[in-house]
């Protein structure tokens, strides 16, 4: 089992950049397959990025494909979303998943993550 905390949410200006950050507990995060997903007011949470274990495999959305990076440090049991070039369409809570698996390429299907954050909030300016 895994506990995940959020962190670097913000309100920022359309052309900006924030780092969000997943903090895992326990001394098997090399073992999830990390994703962030996001909810917009009144809309679904929706896929944004995934990692695979090792960091060597990752999926974008493509509305965010060329913006933002994900990433993890698995010696510091984190995992990372870097916005750039953010937009107003881009404001929604942001929340980091996780779930255990071996295979290469990770899933961007909502429902395969088993563990969640309690999200942070992003806020773009226009």
């Known amino acids: 089992q895994v506990q995940l905390v959020e962190s670097g949410g913000g309100l920022v200006q359309a052309g900006g950049s924030l780092r969000l950050s997943c903090a895992a507990s326990g001394r098997t995060f090399s073992s999830y397959v990390v994703g962030w997903f996001r909810q917009a007011p009144g809309k679904e949470r929706e896929f944004v990025a995934t990692?695979?274990?090792?960091?060597?495999?990752?999926r974008y959305a493509d509305s965010v494909k060329g913006r933002f990076t994900i990433s993890r440090d698995n010696d510091k049991n984190t995992g990372y979303l870097q916005m750039n070039s953010l937009k107003p369409e881009d404001t929604a809570v942001y929340y980091c998943?996780?779930?255990?698996?071996?295979?290469?390429?990770?899933?961007?299907?909502?429902?395969?993550?088993?563990?969640w954050g309690q999200g942070t909030q992003v806020t773009v300016s226009s």
């Open positions: 990692i695979n274990r090792s960091g060597g495999r990752t």
């Open positions: 998943a996780a779930y255990a698996s071996g295979s290469y390429l990770p899933t961007t299907r909502r429902d395969a993550y088993d563990y």
